[in-house]
């Protein structure tokens, strides 16, 4: 019965950073059909803004509470992505919009350079993020922290609110149109440009959530956005591309599957026995388990 | 026109990946090639990815080494005095990375040896050049099948698991009262696979028994199933072998949100301040046989003034890797003059006699017994343990040939 709880906790936790993750990949691409290698160097930079601010505030700042150096991470990597965003769309997105062979290599290349930056600017030594919240809750003889079961409520709370955003706003709604198809969109009289960036700052902003409230469960290093890329693609493509509620169900599913596997099998054949999930989930549902492109 | 627009489209992602890969392999200059008055010691070392730390620490290291030794006036030998070149290139931690920073080095770069190399994969694809070209090779690399009489060019440079881990396990099993089982957990790479070899074999040797042994995949970013694996075998004790700092803070973590406060080892890790500082707290009390604190008043006035040096420079911490990469170089160094050439077998030869001061104070190559041939550093073995936010030399053993030598 423990192991079960715990199994199911494990899951759970896994999958709720999984989902932080994969909300502004899929996003991206069910807008502007991008693939995005440059979710995990943004994800990155949001979680060294927040080791910045955090060790700052604890050297120089010792009144200041921390959740209010956490909302301040926040806000300053929100800007920072935005302004990268903004960047990268004018220079990349824009002009290769729909082109899959050159975003990726344009979005490679970038991950590639920020990389190297964060490393020559940080080294590559792990670096820690205090917790936002202390402490570890126990559940049925499970154990799991405070930080983890906030990470699972933000994340759902969050693709709630981007759910909420894109199904009931004018803009989200326009979103959903460009999505569907951006020419028919424009013929309405939708300013496809603009609404292609703001789905890019949106998705800017998920990142920026995503590796301000990641980083202290987790080691703050220049590879980790690669780390989480890697999953975060499969989970998208899992889940149906450009999918956010196919976002929720493939993390959770992954999630679940590492937390599974790892237990009944040695942690190369779990590793494999994941993808193995993922293949035969696919055989089926080709289109992933929401289908493509449904915001 | 649709050519034009087509060769637009390409041209800024050919050139931010143009931009990247020269980035992201920097410090892969290329060097000068042997020459009159000149000896170039490559560099074979990770440059990028996970392990990108390791590169640009033992990068300053050796060039450190060679600055030293340049400016006392260079290698004395019968034809006068040389100079030392450092040539570093990128081999990714993996084999194929390390195939092509081996043909690289040895063909384009034309080194004359290798002063370091780091990772067994990468290293076993470097050897298997190195060997057949009689190029003398210094390494980190810990399998025991990279050294011995069919392979007489190879020296490694730093202490490995089969010179720690029996006298730090010994040490922990009196610090701890004894303890009757214990599992096992290491990176699933040839590094990692090796050094668990050899502590199933340690640990069966002092009656521990090994309750579950299992290797994790590099990239892994979530260990709370894998601390429940752990924790289920009902272990008196915790081995994490070979997992580096950053996933061996996350462990730890995981281990203490699960209960878990046994004695914990990391037998093989290197990184001391790396692990505490991932660790957030959940480290203390870990034992450690590879990882020494170089600020340390223990540590020599050398190897203190390296570690200064290092983290001003690069941000890291000197480890019992990277100190392998000074070490490798004053020992070339030492053997070119004790031969007085840098022909390669005489220097080859030379490193079996010499002892040379190195960063450790003497040192000399020997441990035949184990090996078959004198390839392995003779330096003091530290068992260090966290406390607090400091890694705490417990224990400090000096092995009995090296004693014998001084």
Redesign the interface.
């Known amino acids: 019965m423990d192991?079960f709880v715990?199994?199911t906790?494990?899951g759970l936790?896994?999958g709720s950073?999984y989902i932080l993750f994969a909300l502004g990949l899929t996003l991206i691409f069910g807008v502007m059909q991008v693939v995005n290698f440059a979710h995990g160097a943004l994800f990155a930079i949001a979680a060294y803004t927040a080791y910045v601010i955090l060790t700052y505030g604890a050297d120089h700042l010792p009144g200041v509470p921390a959740w209010l150096l956490y909302i301040g991470s926040f806000a300053v990597a929100t800007v920072l992505l935005g302004l990268i965003g903004i960047a990268l769309y004018y220079?990349?997105f824009k002009?290769?919009a729909g082109?899959l062979i050159?975003?990726l290599?344009?979005t490679?290349?970038?991950a590639?350079?920020v990389?190297?930056i964060v490393?020559e600017t940080?080294?590559?030594?792990?670096?820690?993020v205090?917790?936002v919240v202390e402490g570890?809750l126990s559940l049925l003889g499970a154990?799991?922290?405070w930080e983890r079961v906030v990470i699972f409520v933000v994340a759902i709370a969050v693709t709630v609110a981007v759910a909420a955003f894109v199904r009931t706003t004018m803009t989200g709604t326009a979103l959903r149109a460009v999505t569907s198809d951006a020419e028919a969109a424009a013929l309405q009289g939708i300013n496809v440009t603009r609404i292609a960036l703001v789905g890019v700052l949106l998705a800017t902003t998920l990142a920026a959530v995503a590796g301000v409230l990641i980083a202290p469960a987790?080691?703050v290093?220049?590879?980790?956005g690669?780390?989480?890329l890697?999953?975060g693609f499969v989970i998208i493509i899992l889940g149906g591309l450009g999918s956010l509620t196919g976002a929720i169900y493939g993390g959770l599913l992954v999630?679940m599957a590492?937390?599974v596997g790892?237990?009944m099998l040695?942690?190369?054949t779990a590793?494999i026995f994941t993808f193995c999930v993922v293949i035969l989930v696919l055989l089926f549902r080709p289109q992933g388990l929401m289908g493509h492109a449904e915001l | 026109m649709n050519r034009v627009t087509t060769l637009r489209?390409?041209t800024?992602?050919?050139l931010?990946?143009?931009?990247?890969?020269p980035?992201?392999a920097?410090g892969g200059e290329a060097g000068g090639g042997a020459e009159d008055g000149v000896v170039v010691f490559g560099l074979s070392a990770p440059l990028?990815?996970?392990?990108?730390?390791?590169g640009?620490a033992s990068k300053w290291l050796a060039e450190k080494a060679a600055d030293e030794i340049n400016a006392a006036g260079g290698i004395e030998t019968e034809d006068g005095s040389v100079e030392i070149e450092i040539v570093i290139q990128d081999n990714e931690y993996t084999a194929a990375g390390g195939a092509r920073a081996a043909q690289t080095l040895l063909t384009r770069e034309k080194v004359d040896m290798i002063a370091f190399s780091v990772g067994t994969a990468p290293v076993q694809a470097l050897q298997s050049m190195t060997e057949r070209q009689k190029v003398p090779m210094m390494t980190s690399a810990w399998g025991k099948d990279l050294k011995g009489p069919d392979f007489p060019y190879t020296f490694t440079v730093i202490n490995t698991p089969f010179e720690v881990l029996r006298p730090l396990a010994e040490y922990v099993l009196e610090a701890e009262g004894g303890f009757e089982s214990i599992a096992l957990l290491g990176v699933?790479d040839a590094t990692g696979i090796q050094s668990e070899e050899v502590a199933q074999e340690v640990w069966a040797e002092l009656g521990v028994e090994v309750v579950s042994s299992?290797?994790?995949?590099h990239?892994?970013?979530?260990f709370?199933?894998?601390a429940?694996?752990l924790l289920?075998t009902k272990p008196d004790a915790i081995d994490l072998t070979t997992v580096t700092?950053?996933?061996a803070?996350?462990l730890l973590q995981a281990l203490e949100?699960?209960?878990w406060d046994g004695p914990t080892l990391l037998s093989a890790g290197t990184?001391g301040?790396?692990l505490v500082?991932?660790?957030?707290g959940a480290a203390e009390g870990v034992y450690m046989g590879l990882a020494a604190d170089f600020s340390d008043t223990n540590a020599t006035e050398k190897q203190q003034e390296l570690q200064a040096g290092l983290e001003k420079a690069?941000?890291?911490?000197l480890n019992g890797v990277t100190i392998g990469a000074y070490d490798g170089v004053i020992a070339l160094a030492a053997a070119i003059e004790e031969a007085g050439t840098i022909e390669s077998d005489a220097v080859r030869e030379a490193l079996t006699e010499i002892t040379f001061e190195s960063s450790w104070g003497a040192a000399a190559f020997g441990a035949e017994d184990v090996y078959g041939a004198k390839q392995q550093i003779l330096t003091p073995m530290i068992v260090t343990q966290v406390r607090g936010d400091a890694i705490v030399e417990v224990e400090r053993i000096v092995p009995a040939e090296l004693e014998s030598l001084q």
């Open positions: 192991l715990q199994m906790v494990n936790q896994i950073v220079a990349f002009r290769f082109d050159s975003t290599i344009v490679i290349g970038f590639l350079v990389e190297v490393r940080f080294s590559a030594q792990p670096k820690s205090p917790p570890r154990s799991v922290t987790t080691v290093t220049p590879t980790m690669f780390e989480f890697m999953k999630g590492e937390s790892t237990q040695d942690l190369t590793t | 489209k390409l800024a992602p050919v931010v990946a143009g931009l990247a890969l980035l992201a920097c990028s990815g996970d392990a990108a730390g390791w640009s699933n299992d290797f994790y995949e990239g892994t970013t979530e709370a199933p894998i429940t694996k289920r700092p950053g996933p803070g996350l949100d699960q209960g990184g301040q790396a500082e991932a660790a957030s690069t941000g890291e911490d």
